[in-house]
Structure formats: structure tokens, C-alpha cells
């Protein structure tokens, strides 16, 4: 049985925890592959709404098995705060939630190394979400983390003094003004791997194999989006991740020629929390129109996100990258009441029409062109047929697939589990 893929194609925020959230009920195992607690999936049914960082998203169905994979890199505070939001689910979280032990630990020391980074670089700064995210991944491919098995080791506390001590003298190298108290945060660091600790660890990467085998259908869940892939993203403005779909294979341990359907999620325009380029950006009132109505706030910092039109210059980019098999897209109900929408067909690139996404998108050397379409009055998120949909919707959508080159099977008309039809 092949693995499907589910990634975001824009900056994040796309909204793949409602998708996978409604997706789940096909699947047996939800695996969450790369990236850490920068992540907030947003989930939303029978009235509640609940945040997800590095848990994965098919946690609330009860015959789903959900694997964080070897990928991932998770800071035990966080996780415990995760697991105590989760408690009054009644999830059997022991069978349900299993930890590749090959994933790799955030210490409250990669956090303060994030900080300082940050703070270091001034206004070239990356607008990190500051979860210790780059400082991890940088342990891991320079072979000095700490990985979720060692803690199953007699000595890991050793091993974790040996690595704090090294960040707390890096720490000093930055020289910025960072203020902490770390034996606060190594108390609570202690505390919350003693319930980690208490959680499923396994090779990930042999259960999968196996649970394929047995034929268990397989939904592999990507965080944050393309354009912030540690490669194909905008470097260096982007996670420390590959988010893209070859990141599956590397953070879950399955072969290339085990991947079955990719599914790619985006939102009917663009939106972008942190720093960076970001042609399409607006600053005028429908970006501001776009962030209102669309509720535009990062769930994990609560950072207001940066917004602008459907650039299909970068969505085509990135369809590409993933070998994305189906689309859904998300937030049309966003666009609702716009008289005109505007979407990016090409770049004019230092003076040159140009339809693929260049090394430098900086708008000094980037104006985006646009193609005109005529908007939409009908709020759409009452609606839960496709015959309902709008005649302007859905010449929307059928301009989107012809460029794309790709089918649109799911369009999301609301948070809700149930607010999504598909096609
Ligand atoms: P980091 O991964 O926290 O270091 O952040 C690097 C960049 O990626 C920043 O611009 C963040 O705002 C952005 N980022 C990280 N995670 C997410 C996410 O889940 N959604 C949207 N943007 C994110």
C-alpha cells in the first residue's frame, strides 16, 4: 500500500490540519515528518478548536495510529503542554501517539540560540517563531543532537550537560543582550521528559514498513509550506526543514517508490508570517480586507501574517518540486464580496517577462503581472455542494487547474470539519 503525501504549497498556513482532520476517516496511521512546535494546525469541530504543533493531526479519530517520525524535532515542554490540552479527549495516547526514536530533541538551550541568532542579525532577521528550530537541526547535521532514544540510555543527562554547556558558550558569541534563568527552564525541560518518558517510542521507520506491508493506508502530514523548504524555498528566509515531499521520505524512513498520491493544499491567495520576499504582498485595503476576514494570525505566535494575491508563478514551482496528484484549496469563502481578484501569472524580472520562479525574488527584481477575474458576492460557508458554488468561483477554479495542470477535488469553505466540499 503507497504512502499519500499532504504538504503545503505557499509560506504555511495553509491549513492542512482541518484537511488532514478530515481526511483521517480514509486512514489508518498519520504521520508527521519534519519540522517541530513552529507548526500550529488548526483543527475545528463540534464547536471546539483546538491547536496542534507536533502532534499529528489525526489524533481526534479514535482508529487512526498517529506517528511523529524520526523527522521531527520536539521540545518536551511543549509537547507535555500538547499531550495536558489533549487530556480531556480521553485519547488513548499510549497506543494511538508513538515517537520515532530517531527524532530529535529541542533543549531550552537551542531556544536561547535562536533568540540570540535572531537577535544578532538585526533587521536581516528571519522572523523565526523562536522554537529552537534552526539551532536543532543544525545539532542534528552537524552529529551533535540529542535524539528521543537516548533518553531510553543510562547516560543522556551527561549527554545533555555536555550540549548545554557548549550553546551556553555559543550563546556568549552572539553577544546580545539575552536575559534567561536556564535552571527555571532546565526544571521544567526535566519534568516534561519524565512524561515523555512515559509515552511509546519505536523505530519508526520498521513499523511504517510493516504496518505497509500488513496493507495500512498511510497519510503522511507536512508541515509548514514549500516556499519555506530549507532548499527550495526562499533562502534564507525559510525553516530548517525540507518540507517538501523528498522530506517524507528522509523523515519517515519510505522509499521514493512507495509514495502514492501527493496532495498539495493552498489557500485562494497568499499569505506569509515572518520575513522575506513576497511578491504578491499588499499593502493597500484588500490585503488588509484579506487578513480581517481570513483571521490572518500566526497560531503559534499570533504573529498578524503578511497578505496578497495567488502568485501561480510559485504555486506552479512548487506543485513541480512535490509531484502534487490532487489540489484543495482553501479560504475561497475569504475572497467572497471582492469585486475583482487578481492572480500572478508571470514575473517581469529585471526588465524580462519570465514564468518560473528565479534565484531572487526580492522585490527590487521582481514585479509580479497579474491576469484579472471577476469576484464573487455569495458567502460560501453555508454551502456543501459544488452546485452551489458560484459561477465566478468556479471559473476561478477552472483558470487555477489549467494552469496548474492539476485537479482541485477539495474546496474549503470554512474552519469547520464540515465547512469543506469536495469535487
Ligand atoms: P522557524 O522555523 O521557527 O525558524 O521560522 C523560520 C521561518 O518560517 C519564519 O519566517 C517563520 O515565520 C516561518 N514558519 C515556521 N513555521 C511556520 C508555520 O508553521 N507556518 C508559517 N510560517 C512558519
Same mark, same amino acid.
Given at each position: 500500500?503507497?504512502?499519500?503525501?499532504?504538504?503545503?504549497?505557499?509560506?504555511?498556513?495553509?491549513?492542512?490540519?482541518? /484537511?488532514?482532520?478530515?481526511?483521517?476517516?480514509?486512514?489508518?496511521?498519520? *504521520?508527521?515528518?519534519?519540522?517541530?512546535?513552529?507548526?500550529?494546525?488548526?483543527?475545528?469541530?463540534?464547536?471546539?478548536?483546538?491547536?496542534?504543533?507536533?502532534?499529528?493531526?489525526?489524533?481526534?479519530?479514535?482508529?487512526?495510529?498517529?506517528?511523529?517520525?524520526?523527522?521531527?524535532?520536539?521540545?518536551?515542554?511543549?509537547? !507535555?503542554?500538547?499531550?495536558?490540552?489533549?487530556?480531556?479527549?480521553?485519547?488513548?495516547?499510549? #497506543?494511538?501517539?508513538?515517537?520515532?526514536?530517531? *527524532?530529535?530533541? /529541542?533543549?531550552?538551550?537551542?531556544?536561547?540560540?535562536?533568540?540570540?541568532?535572531?537577535?544578532?542579525?538585526?533587521? %536581516?532577521?528571519?522572523?523565526?517563531?523562536? !522554537?529552537?528550530?534552526?539551532?536543532?537541526?543544525?545539532?542534528?547535521?552537524?552529529?551533535?543532537?540529542?535524539? /528521543?532514544?537516548?533518553?531510553?540510555?543510562?547516560?543522556?543527562?551527561?549527554?545533555?550537560?555536555?550540549? *548545554?554547556?557548549?550553546?551556553?558558550?555559543?550563546?556568549?558569541?552572539?553577544?546580545?543582550?539575552?536575559?534567561?534563568?536556564?535552571?527555571?527552564?532546565?526544571?521544567?525541560?526535566?519534568? #516534561?521528559?519524565?512524561?515523555?518518558?512515559?509515552?511509546?517510542?519505536?523505530?519508526?521507520?520498521?513499523?511504517?514498513?510493516?504496518?505497509?506491508?500488513?496493507?495500512?493506508?498511510?497519510?503522511?502530514?507536512?508541515?509548514?509550506?514549500?516556499?519555506?523548504?530549507?532548499?527550495?524555498?526562499?533562502?534564507?528566509?525559510?525553516?530548517?526543514?525540507?518540507?517538501?515531499?523528498?522530506?517524507?521520505?528522509?523523515?519517515?524512513?519510505?522509499?521514493?517508490?512507495?509514495?502514492?498520491?501527493?496532495?498539495?493544499?493552498? +489557500?485562494?491567495?497568499?499569505?506569509?508570517?515572518?520575513?522575506?520576499?513576497?511578491?504578491?504582498?499588499?499593502?493597500?485595503?484588500?490585503?488588509?480586507?484579506?487578513?480581517?476576514?481570513?483571521?490572518?494570525?500566526?497560531?503559534?505566535?499570533?504573529?498578524?501574517?503578511?497578505?496578497?494575491?495567488?502568485?501561480?508563478?510559485?504555486? !506552479?514551482?512548487?506543485?513541480?518540486?512535490?509531484?502534487?496528484?490532487?489540489?484543495?484549496?482553501? +479560504?475561497?469563502?475569504?475572497?467572497?464580496?471582492?469585486?475583482?481578484?487578481?492572480?500572478?501569472?508571470?514575473?517581469?524580472?529585471?526588465?524580462?517577462?519570465?514564468?518560473?520562479?528565479?534565484?531572487?525574488?526580492? %522585490?527590487?527584481?521582481?514585479?509580479?503581472?497579474?491576469?484579472?477575474?471577476?469576484?464573487?458576492? *455569495?458567502?460560501?460557508?453555508?454551502?456543501? +455542494?459544488?452546485?452551489?458554488?458560484?459561477?465566478?468561483?468556479?471559473?476561478?477554479?477552472?483558470?487555477?487547474? +489549467?494552469?496548474?495542470?492539476?485537479?482541485?477535488?477539495?474546496?474549503?469553505?470554512?474552519?469547520?470539519?464540515?465547512?469543506? /466540499?469536495?469535487?
Amino acid at each position: 500500500m503507497a504512502v499519500d503525501l499532504l504538504l503545503g504549497l505557499q509560506w504555511g498556513d495553509e491549513g492542512k490540519g482541518k /484537511i488532514v482532520d478530515v481526511l483521517t476517516e480514509n486512514y489508518d496511521i498519520i *504521520a508527521r515528518f519534519q519540522g517541530g512546535p513552529n507548526a500550529g494546525h488548526t483543527l475545528e469541530f463540534d464547536g471546539i478548536k483546538h491547536i496542534l504543533h507536533t502532534i499529528p493531526s489525526g489524533i481526534f479519530h479514535k482508529n487512526a495510529v498517529n506517528v511523529v517520525g524520526n523527522g521531527v524535532v520536539i521540545d518536551p515542554v511543549i509537547f !507535555k503542554k500538547e499531550l495536558d490540552a489533549l487530556k480531556k479527549f480521553n485519547l488513548d495516547i499510549k #497506543s494511538k501517539l508513538l515517537i520515532s526514536r530517531k *527524532a530529535h530533541l /529541542i533543549l531550552p538551550t537551542h531556544r536561547l540560540l535562536d533568540a540570540a541568532s535572531e537577535a544578532s542579525k538585526g533587521k %536581516a532577521k528571519i522572523g523565526s517563531t523562536l !522554537k529552537g528550530i534552526g539551532p536543532t537541526y543544525m545539532d542534528k547535521t552537524g552529529r551533535n543532537g540529542m535524539r /528521543i532514544g537516548d533518553l531510553e540510555l543510562s547516560d543522556w543527562k551527561e549527554k545533555y550537560r555536555n550540549l *548545554a554547556n557548549k550553546h551556553e558558550a555559543m550563546i556568549g558569541f552572539y553577544n546580545v543582550d539575552i536575559q534567561y534563568n536556564l535552571a527555571e527552564l532546565e526544571s521544567d525541560f526535566f519534568k #516534561s521528559i519524565e512524561e515523555l518518558k512515559e509515552l511509546t517510542f519505536i523505530d519508526s521507520e520498521e513499523y511504517l514498513y510493516q504496518a505497509q506491508k500488513k496493507g495500512k493506508k498511510i497519510l503522511a502530514e507536512g508541515a509548514q509550506g514549500s516556499l519555506l523548504d530549507i532548499d527550495f524555498g526562499t533562502y534564507p528566509y525559510v525553516t530548517s526543514s525540507n518540507t517538501t515531499a523528498a522530506g517524507a521520505c528522509t523523515g519517515l524512513g519510505v522509499a521514493p517508490n512507495q509514495i502514492g498520491g501527493v496532495k498539495g493544499i493552498f +489557500k485562494a491567495y497568499a499569505t506569509r508570517v515572518g520575513s522575506g520576499p513576497f511578491p504578491t504582498e499588499l499593502f493597500d485595503k484588500d490585503g488588509e480586507t484579506m487578513g480581517r476576514v481570513g483571521n490572518e494570525f500566526g497560531a503559534t505566535t499570533g504573529r498578524p501574517r503578511r497578505c496578497g494575491w495567488l502568485d501561480l508563478v510559485a504555486l !506552479k514551482y512548487a506543485v513541480r518540486i512535490n509531484g502534487v496528484t490532487e489540489l484543495m484549496m482553501m +479560504k475561497g469563502d475569504v475572497l467572497s464580496g471582492f469585486k475583482k481578484l487578481k492572480v500572478c501569472t508571470a514575473y517581469n524580472y529585471k526588465g524580462e517577462k519570465i514564468t518560473h520562479l528565479p534565484y531572487n525574488i526580492e %522585490a527590487e527584481n521582481v514585479t509580479p503581472i497579474y491576469t484579472e477575474m471577476k469576484g464573487w458576492e *455569495a458567502d460560501l460557508t453555508k454551502m456543501t +455542494k459544488k452546485e452551489q458554488l458560484p459561477d465566478n468561483l468556479m471559473a476561478y477554479i477552472d483558470f487555477l487547474e +489549467k494552469e496548474l495542470e492539476v485537479p482541485i477535488k477539495i474546496v474549503s469553505v470554512g474552519p469547520d470539519r464540515t465547512q469543506t /466540499i469536495h469535487r
